[in-house]
């Protein structure tokens, strides 16, 4: 069992080789030489204007038309995936008008 009376014993009679001086790790730190910081160049079109990829106009979304060969599930009729794929296009053509 440990006293407080042996605890600070061990504490006042520490041996300082073993303890870890932060001065010499410092000193180290000092004498290594810095690092530059790295700039890449700017892009010869560059503005000013740091939302200007924003700005740019975006490309346009193409929609792949649905293969029944690789896209119906099994199991599936003809009838059904022919219905889904007529509600499919209507949506899309929906959405495009409503984006213009």
């Known amino acids: ?3 407080s009376s042996t605890l600070a014993a061990s504490l ?3 041996d300082p080789a073993t303890e870890t001086d932060v001065e010499p790790a410092a000193a180290t ?3 290594a030489p810095a690092a530059e910081p790295t700039v890449e160049p700017a892009p010869a079109s560059n503005t000013r204007d740091p939302f200007a990829a924003l700005d740019a ?3 346009e979304v ?3 038309p649905l293969d029944a060969a690789v896209d119906m599930p ?3 009729s003809f009838d059904v995936w022919d219905r889904l794929v007529d509600a499919r296009n209507a949506k ?3 959405e495009d008008e ?3």
Do not use: D, F, H, N
């Open 92 to 94: 899309i053509s929906s």
């Open 98 to 100: 409503l984006k213009r």
């Open 57 to 59: 106009p975006q490309a």
């Open 29 to 31: 730190l000092a004498a």
């Open 1 to 3: 069992m440990v006293t």
């Open 62 to 64: 193409t929609i792949e």
């Open 74 to 76: 099994e199991g599936m």
């Open 12 to 14: 006042l009679t520490a």
